[in-house]
T-cell receptor, first 113, second 113 residues
Framework: AQSVTQLGSHVSVSEGALVLLRCNYS??????LFWYVQYPNQGLQLLLK??????LVKGINGFEAEFKKSETSFHLTKPSAHMSDAAEYFC???????????FGGGTRLMVKP | DAMVIQNPRYQVTQFGKPVTLSCSQT?????MYWYQQKSSQAPKLLFH???????NEADTPDNFQSRRPNTSFCFLDIRSPGLGDAAMYLC????????????FGPGTRLTVT
């Protein structure tokens, strides 16, 4: 069974600093991986997805993530945090057997001025 | 713009009083999902439809029912809401079942008094 783990339920960075949100997956088959962002009282918005093409995936709002099979990781990064990046971020995975999304526990990103 | 719409955005109901939440989509996607999300938690899948094929998660309480009268609309019925059912309810769609990204609506925040 696939599982997705997000290290750190809360991450705090200063405005302009690097954002790094960690996601690890466990799977016996190559996974499909997604990062979603959720602002307060909103639904989830897709930031980016990995579907076994390029290992470095660029998404919206300046975010990118790198799929590293050797580390079973799909960490999300952004070079310079903005105040507007403060939100909850969810990593999710799916396998190619048609199963549903498996979500990580979420990471709340706080951006300090 | 094609989208997933949820109404109402905020719903207050009384303990034990049936309530219906609605979701519509203009994406013409085959699959529609209902998630329950409690505070500071990841979304939890309740059930999904692949066209008219209904799929219930094993741990979804019988108190939760769903209807999908056509491709565009899907309803979540809570027959006798309890205090523990207060949550954000998210509707999502995807093109086909499986490892494709899901598109989320803005959610309905349910309060049970």
């Amino acid at each position: 069974a696939q599982s997705v783990t997000q290290l750190g339920s809360h991450v705090s960075v200063s405005e302009g600093a690097l954002v790094l949100l960690r996601c690890n997956y466990s799977s016996s088959v190559p996974p499909y991986l997604f990062w979603y962002v959720q602002y307060p009282n909103q639904g989830l918005q897709l930031l980016l997805k990995y579907t076994s093409a390029a290992t470095l995936v660029k998404g919206i709002n300046g975010f990118e993530a790198e799929f590293k099979k050797s580390e079973t990781s799909f960490h999300l990064t952004k070079p310079s945090a903005h105040m507007s990046d403060a939100a909850e971020y969810f990593c999710a995975g799916a396998n190619n057997a048609g199963n549903m999304l498996t979500f990580g526990g979420g990471t709340r990103l706080m951006v300090k001025p | 713009d094609a989208m997933v719409i949820q109404n109402p955005r905020y719903q207050v109901t009384q303990f034990g009083k049936p309530v219906t939440l609605s979701c519509s989509q203009t994406l013409n996607h085959n699959v529609m999902y209902w998630y329950q999300q409690k505070s500071s938690q990841a979304p939890k899948l309740l059930f999904h439809y692949y066209d008219k094929d209904f799929n219930n998660e094993a741990d979804t309480p019988d108190n939760f029912q769903s209807r999908r009268p056509n491709t565009s609309f899907c309803f979540l019925d809570i027959r006798s809401p309890g205090l523990g059912d207060a949550a954000m309810y998210l509707c999502a769609t995807s093109r086909v079942r499986g490892p494709y990204e899901q598109y989320f609506g803005p959610g309905t925040r349910l309060t049970v008094t």
